[in-house]
């Protein structure tokens, strides 16, 4: 059964720092990896999709890596700002259904 | 629309009623998912479906859970007998083809309060 663990469960960093979150899957055999935002009281915003055969992606201050093989993935964010405070989770496209697995999530708080 | 839509945006239910939720995807997506998130942000697949058909519904409580994706209507979760441990945040996301190339578009989520 995939399980996908992230850590730290909370982060707080003062603002300018680059930071890193990390995620990891105990099965190799997922088919993308997507990165969300969540924050307080609100939905999911999707961030980044990174499929299987690739090795990153990037968005702005944001890049997100995945290494299958050792089967994990960080979020990169350049020039942490106040406005990046939120929960970011990560999740797992595995199998031919095509629902996603999902970590518990970094609470990061930015500090002014 | 551009974005999920889901109504209502809260739901306060005694033990024991029914609760309804619904949730309009975005116009062109043919895969509508529904997840549920509990705390401590456990997120748990519960049912999918490509048009109004069910795609996957491994993740459903099926004693007391169903839900329905009619053409030219919000799709809906129902809930009957509530239990407190339905207590959670409801989401729905839909995507435009199913397969790995598809983010996930999430809604903003339905709270259901259960006393």
């Known amino acids: 059964k995939q399980e996908v663990t992230q850590i730290p469960a909370a982060l707080s960093v003062p603002e300018g720092e680059n930071l890193v979150l990390n995620c990891s899957f105990t099965?190799?055999?997922?088919?993308?990896l997507q990165w969300f935002r969540q924050d307080p009281g609100k939905g999911l915003t999707s961030l980044l999709l990174?499929?299987?055969?690739?090795r990153e992606q990037t968005s702005g201050r944001l890049n997100a890596s995945l290494d299958k093989s050792s089967g994990r993935s960080t979020l990169y964010i350049a020039a942490s700002q106040p406005g990046d405070s939120a929960t970011y989770l990560c999740?797992?496209?595995?199998?031919?259904?095509?629902?996603?697995?999902f970590g518990k999530g970094t609470k990061l708080s930015v500090k002014p | 629309g551009e974005e999920v839509a889901q109504t209502p945006k809260h739901l306060v239910r005694g033990e024991g009623q029914k609760a309804k939720l619904y949730c309009a995807p975005i116009?062109?997506?043919?895969?509508v998912f529904w997840y549920q998130q509990v705390l401590k942000n456990e997120f748990k697949f519960l049912i999918s479906?490509?048009?109004?058909?069910?795609?996957?519904e491994t993740g459903m409580p099926k004693e007391r859970f169903s839900a329905k994706c009619l053409p030219n209507s919000p799709c809906s979760l129902e809930i009957q007998a509530t239990k407190l441990e339905d207590s959670a945040v409801y989401f729905c996301?839909?995507?435009?083809?199913?397969?790995?190339?598809?983010?996930?578009?999430f809604g903003p989520g339905t709270r259901l309060t259960v006393t």
């Open positions: 116009k062109g997506h043919s895969y």
């Open positions: 479906f490509q048009n109004e058909n069910v795609f996957d």
């Open positions: 999740a797992v496209w595995e199998g031919s259904q095509g629902n996603l697995i």
């Open positions: 099965d190799s055999a997922i088919y993308n």
């Open positions: 990174i499929q299987s055969s690739q």
């Open positions: 996301a839909s995507s435009r083809q199913q397969g790995p190339s598809y983010e996930q578009y």
